[in-house]
């Protein structure tokens, strides 16, 4: 609630729910290099695995793990686009 920085730079809000017992899901406002490892190594939580499910409002659905896809009409990782 009070803000964790990483490398000395405050880091913009996330939020963060628990999604059960053993999962959070998190929505980051800035991506930095490991940012959620290091967040939760922080308040002293361990991180077995990540999944990223959207890039701003871009769902990524089943997208494979490596793959990649052209973007749908209408769809922008800009903002306000």
């Known amino acids: ?13 996330a939020e963060v729910e628990w999604l059960n ?10 991506g930095r290099k490991r940012q959620i ?18 890039i701003g409002t871009v769902k990524l659905g089943e997208l494979p793990v490596g793959q990649w896809r052209y973007l749908a009409p209408g769809e922008s990782f800009l903002s306000g686009s």
Do not use: N, T
């Open 21 to 30: 017992g053993e999962q959070l899901r998190f929505k980051l406002r800035e």
């Open 37 to 54: 490892r290091r967040m939760c190594d922080a308040v002293g939580l361990e991180v077995v695995h990540l999944k990223r499910v959207a």
């Open 1 to 13: 609630r009070d803000g964790l920085s990483l490398d000395g730079v405050r880091l913009r809000p």
